[in-house]
């Protein structure tokens, strides 16, 4: 990174420094990275009770809680909506970009 700091998509959020958490929150590897995870944790495997826990967690919500992630379903889609919408402005930017970046100015040349 060219300013030494590492954003890792199963930091804590409350862990990140202030002036850094506007990178955890428009990484898209971290979206796609947790909304994989509350996927995965959603799953019957992950519904039993977790062992030693007064808040009344499932072991899936309980993992979920140990990273900071979130833990309802709808951050399954609010995930899916914002790499498609990520995908498609990084699509834009890219096609403005060969279209209006010339290149290198031809010479002109004389044939004989």
């Not at 002036?19 to 979206?31: C, D, K, L, V």
């Amino acid at each position: 990174m060219p300013l030494g700091y590492r954003v890792n998509p199963l930091q804590n959020a409350a862990s990140i420094p202030g002036w850094w958490i506007w990178a955890y929150y428009i990484s898209p590897f971290s979206w796609a990275l947790r909304t994989i995870a509350i996927n995965e944790m959603q799953q019957e495997r992950w519904s039993k009770p977790a062992p030693g826990n007064s808040k009344h967690l499932t072991l899936g919500q309980e993992g979920l809680d140990t990273f900071g992630l979130f833990t309802s379903n709808h951050w399954i889609w609010a995930g899916v909506g914002y790499l498609i919408g990520f995908t498609l402005l990084m699509n834009v930017l890219a096609f403005l970009a060969l279209k209006y970046y010339s290149g290198q100015q031809q010479r002109a040349s004389v044939s004989t």
